[in-house]
T-cell receptor
Framework: KAGVTQTPRYLIKTRGQQVTLSCSPI?????VSWYQQTPGQGLQFLFE???????NKGNFPGRFSGRQFSNSRSEMNVSTLELGDSALYLC??????????FGPGTRLTVT | SQQGEEDPQALSIQEGENATMNCSYK?????LQWYRQNSGRGLVHLIL?????REKHSGRLRVTLDTSKKSSSLLITASRAADTASYFC????????????FGTGTRLQVTL
């Protein structure tokens, strides 16, 4: 099976812009979670989607949003980018509600 | 916010030696998992231990869990250069593994 894929892998944006990141889970996985990783805050949970519904949400401002499509692919959007949004954004999919399979991440740099 | 701390923050050993990393967490959990991350890439699941288990083995990995102390340890035996990576513990309080809370991580360097 193909692994979790994330596009794009690298992205450079300017403050104030918005960005959309995409994640394609492993075939058959219905749960998709998003995490932000920064040197200062480490790995933090953003949100999780299951069958097109947001099931869990982390403590991030409303500028961070996401959605999931009927084929389980997910997107996350960050509006009005700030310098502090520079991070590695990781997507993970799960089948058995125990193990998460992570994608390679999208490295976002905000200038 | 992160669930807890891992120590040491960094560990440097020689190939063939054992590496032990510790993780402490704050709230009650359903299970605890360990992940490896190579150089800012995605995480790879290593092992899961449920809250009613005390010890688990997988190949060269041994994980222990002490829920009374809210702590876990990961032992990698006979380390190899390929084990060089960051290791994270992650706790799951929901039982769905969809909202993991990660520790701060231990950077392991294995030299030849």
């Amino acid at each position: 099976k193909a692994g979790v894929t994330q596009t794009p892998r690298y992205l450079i944006k300017t403050r104030g812009q918005q960005v959309t990141l995409s994640c394609s889970p492993i075939s058959g996985h219905r749960s998709v979670s998003w995490y932000q990783q920064t040197p200062g805050q480490g790995l933090q949970f953003l949100f999780e989607y299951f069958s097109e519904t947001q099931r869990n949400k982390g403590n991030f401002p409303g500028r961070f949003s996401g959605r999931q499509f009927s084929n389980s692919r997910s997107e996350m959007n960050v509006s009005t980018l700030e310098l502090g949004d520079s991070a590695l954004y990781l997507c993970a999919s799960s089948f058995n509600l125990y193990e998460q399979y992570f994608g390679p991440g999208t490295r976002l740099t905000v200038t | 916010s992160q669930q807890g701390e891992e120590d040491p923050q960094a560990l440097s050993i020689q190939e063939g030696e054992n590496a032990t990393m510790n993780c402490s967490y704050k709230t009650s959990i359903n299970n605890l998992q360990w992940y490896r991350q190579n150089s800012g890439r995605g995480l790879v699941h290593l092992i899961l231990i449920r809250s009613n288990e005390r010890e688990k083995h997988s190949g060269r990995l041994r994980v222990t869990l002490d829920t009374s102390k809210k702590s876990s340890s990961l032992l990698i035996t006979a380390s190899r250069a390929a084990d060089t990576a960051s290791y994270f513990c992650a706790t799951d309080s929901t039982g769905t593994a969809s909202k993991l809370t990660f520790g701060t991580g231990t950077r392991l360097q294995v030299t030849l």
